[in-house]
């Protein structure tokens, strides 16, 4: 069975105090790992999908970053509106075609002004 | 193209009573997924459309779930006999064949 574990459960940072989110994930094949940000009472948005092993993505503040057995979001000089909370999704090569994610619990981050 | 949009936003009823809300995916999308997401925990799977066909569906949803995607456009999750246990965010996404997977803003569900 597929999981992912996300670590630490909440971060609460200064802004500009850089740091990074770990998702650690066991899966049959990986077709591709997912990093989204929810807000409270929306839905997840995405932001990257990594497909091999060392392959990285950034946008803005947030880099993500794949080994083979984690991926790593690193936020660079946080500002109060990243709080959030960050989920890792996994999808695997179970050899079917419902292409289904798999979620981590998430990360929430607080950034303080 | 408005995203995926979800109805009610939110939903509050009486334990026994049936409930139902709507997905309607971006247009193009033609596999839509539904999860549920309980209070510090991540969106998990329930079941999965591709058009109209629903091919899988996870042993969370229970006899009392089901849903429904004719002429594969909207879609229907329909709960009957609620539970309290049932209470959660329901969140429907759509995936097309080259794009990443988009959800909707999702469903406040609470059985009182």
């Known amino acids: 069975e597929d999981q992912v574990t996300q670590s630490p459960e909440a971060l609460r940072?200064?802004?500009?105090?850089?740091s990074s989110l770990n998702c650690s994930y066991t899966v049959s094949g990986l077709r591709g790992l997912f990093w989204y940000r929810q807000d409270p009472g929306k839905g997840p948005e995405f932001l990257f999908t990594l497909y091999s092993a060392g392959e990285e993505k950034e946008k803005e503040r947030l880099k993500a970053t794949l080994t083979k057995k984690e991926s790593f979001l690193h936020i660079t000089a946080p500002k109060?509106?990243?709080?959030?909370t960050y989920l890792c999704a996994v999808q695997a090569d179970s050899g079917g075609s419902n292409y289904k994610l798999t979620f981590g619990k998430g990360t929430l981050l607080t950034v303080n002004p | 193209d408005t995203g995926v949009s979800q109805d009610p936003r939110h939903k509050i009823t009486k334990r026994g009573?049936?409930?139902?809300?709507?997905c309607d995916p971006i247009s193009e999308?033609?596999?839509?997924?539904?999860?549920?997401?309980t209070l510090g925990q991540g969106p998990e799977f329930l079941t999965y459309f591709q058009n109209e066909a629903q091919l899988e569906k996870?042993?969370?949803?229970?006899?009392?779930?089901?849903a429904e995607r004719p002429k594969g456009s909207f879609s229907t999750l329909e709960i009957q006999r609620t539970e309290q246990g049932d209470s959660a965010m329901y969140l429907c996404a759509s995936r097309g064949p080259y794009y990443g997977y988009t959800f909707g803003s999702g469903t406040r569900l609470t059985v009182v």
């Open chain 2, 58 to 66: 996870s042993r969370l949803l229970s006899d009392r779930f089901s």
């Open chain 2, 17 to 22: 009573q049936n409930v139902t809300f709507r």
């Open chain 1, 13 to 18: 940072l200064q802004e500009g105090e850089s």
């Open chain 1, 80 to 84: 109060p509106e990243d709080s959030a």
């Open chain 2, 29 to 37: 999308h033609n596999r839509l997924y539904w999860y549920r997401q």
